[in-house]
Every structure is written in structure tokens, then in C-alpha cells.
């Protein structure tokens, strides 16, 4: 009998290690899974977060691409609220696509903001909120807003909602081919409360050219070849060149007149009308800047951050449409003119730290260091800070409680 029990239990061993085996494969398959799952989790979690960041940006974007507009609609009442909600959706429609995102909704809020109801009221949800592209803007409740107690205000900003869809890697092999990044975003205009180191708000009746100039051995101002931008941060000795196309130009914003005592006032009390970016807008009426009392009121400003606007065209005639955004040489007849009752197009502004300003004549050994015959003999010393390319700067000197200021757009959530 025991001669056959050897065979028997040799029979009943072999099922044993089969399952052994199964179970292995079964183990290897989990480890394998687990393990392509904490790939995905890496790569694509990494690739989400970059995908998150991504979507945030472009929101951002769209809702300050909106909150222009309204900005806009403030300091040129000539268009319907029905057109500036057109002017806010195209805007935040097309900001959005441009970065790749899509906008799903989009609401109106005020400086705060707090979502706003078509009356104006507080919305307590975005089921009652007012709709951007709705056909209008929330009526105008006339309180002034206070962040802290929940006071709303008027409409003055905008919130957006968008997603960004995009495609997994490893994950796919779970079943997981896509993921969305959802995002939020609220830009605000408002007045700009008080001068910033950063970015100044006195707005000087000056403008400088895009491109750095210098002036030639007749006194003439020519750009660098190649063209060649100003740099942020850098010490310039800005020249005042011969009154010719392409040099500083001294604004007057009320032409045709005034001259100097206008000038030296607009100087020392600003009273630059709303400036948008681009756009056709200042004519020259000063007659030869070149004068004490002019230099001792920028001066004044010694050691300050001012902004003046930048020009890349100049025109002899009364440019077509001159006060709204137009293509560079729309409606021109006389390009660059002849530095008399000059127009200007402004495509940005500069904010400046104003070191001196040399401009009532005789200063050949400052402004001409090199001594190059026809040099200039005046110019302003300093650095530029900051640039500004896009948008809307209001009327006067920033700060205040009225349209006599500087509005600007910021993101607040």
C-alpha cells in the first residue's frame, strides 16, 4: 500500500503549484496596473497642473479683456449699453480663444466683485446674475461700494468662467482620455488711487518717440538703424532735437493756442483729456518750449514717476476719425508733416522716473556729452519704469473720486 501512496500524493501536489502560478499572474498583473496607474498620476497629474495654470492665465485674460471694455464705456459715453455688452462678449470671446480656452459664462459684477442682478442689486447666486451678452449692462443703482460693509456699487466688472479640455497620456490605458481644468476669474476698472512708484499717474502734455532718436550733425532727429526700443531700468539722455517730425513733441490738449503758459499749466496742474491706446488724438500749438518757466515745472517733478505718451507716426493734417482707435496711417494726407501743429499717433504710454529736465536751452555739455556738432542743447535725464500697450488712460491726474483721473483694469479673484 505504500508503494501507492507515493503516486497519490504526487498527483494531488501538481493542481497546487498551478494555482500557485495563477495567482502570481493575477499579483503581476495588479503590481502592473498599480504601477501604470502611479505613472498617470504623475505625468498626467504633472500635465493637469501645468494644464490648470495654463487655463487660469487665459481666463484672466478674457476677464480683463472684458473689464477693458466697460473702462472704456466710461470715459466715452458716445456708445449704447447694449453695445458695450456686444464690445465686452466679443472681447472676452475672442481673448479666450486666442489663449486656447473656452468661456462658458461670464457675469457681471461691481468694484467689490460682488455678482450684480439686472437691477443692479446683489446676486446672491450666478442663477440671478446678470449675463454678459444678455443685450445690456445692470442699471446703474447710483451707491457708492464698500468692499467691507457689502455695499454694491455700479457695474464695473466682470467675472468669467472657463475650462480648458485636454488629453491624457499614460492614463489612457485606464480608460481616462481626457481631462478639463475649470478655472474663475473677476477683473475690475476703477480709478487709480493715488501715484504708484511703479507706474505714476501725472500725465504730462509730452511725447517721445517710440524708438530712440538722436539728433544728426544739422540738429535733426533720426532713429537708430536698426530701430532700436527703450529699455526699462536703463539711465537715457532723451534729446530735444530740431521741432521736425520725429522728434519730442510738447502737446497742447486744447489746440489750437495757448502756447506757453498753457503748457507750463498743463505741466504743473494735468489736464490731459482721455487717451486711448492706439490712436490719433494730440496736436502741437506750443511754439519754442524752450523757456525757464516750462523747465522749472518739470522739474517739479524731479526724482518722480510721470507718464507721458510714445508716438511711432506723425501726421501734418488732421488725420480722419483722429480720436478713436484707427490703422497706423488711416486718413492721413501729409504723412509725417513738417513739425508744425503736429498730430501724433499713440500706440503706448511710458511711465518715467523723471531724473532732471534740461529744456531751457544751453546745455550742450549735459545733453551732448560727446560733443557732436548739432547736438542737442536740451533734453530730459532718466529712466524708463514701466510700459503701458493696451487700453485707456482717463482724463487728468490719477487719484481721484471723478473723472478727473487715471482709470485702469485689475484682477481681484
Known sequence: MSRHATPSRRAFAR????????????????????LVAGMGLIIDGGNAWAQQRIA?????AAAEAGAIQLMNFEVDKSLTEAQVDANVLNSITASAAGNGIEVTDAY?????????KPDGTRALSEGTAARVGAGGLPTNNHV?????????????????????QFGTFVSQVIGVKSLTANTRATAVEGLLQGCTASTGCIVLP???????????????????????????????????C???????????WTPKGGGKAELVNSILHPNNPPIDLPSWHFMTETGNPNSKPIDNALNSYDGQVVMFPMFDRTCGSDPILANVKVPPDFGCSDPGGSGTNQWYRIPRFASFLLEHAYVNGGDGAICNPTGQKGGPTSCLIGKYVDFATSGTVGPGIGGGSDDNGVRGVQLIK
Open 15 to 34: 493542481p497546487s503549484r498551478e494555482r500557485s502560478s495563477g495567482q502570481a499572474l493575477v499579483i503581476m498583473a495588479l503590481a502592473i496596473l498599480a
Open 206 to 240: 509730452v511725447t517721445v518717440p517710440v524708438n530712440i532718436t538722436m539728433c544728426d550733425h544739422s540738429g535733426d532727429p533720426v532713429p537708430f538703424v536698426p530701430p532700436t526700443v527703450w529699455e526699462k531700468n536703463v539711465t537715457y539722455i532723451v534729446p530735444l
Open 56 to 60: 487660469q492665465a487665459g481666463n484672466d
Open 242 to 252: 530740431k521741432g521736425n517730425p520725429g522728434s519730442v513733441g510738447w502737446l497742447d
Open 108 to 116: 457681471y459684477t461691481d468694484v467689490c466683485g460682488v455678482l450684480l
Open 144 to 164: 457708492i461700494p464698500d468692499c467691507p460693509s457689502g455695499v454694491v456699487g455700479p457695474v464695473q466688472g466682470v467675472q468669467a468662467l472657463g475650462k480648458k
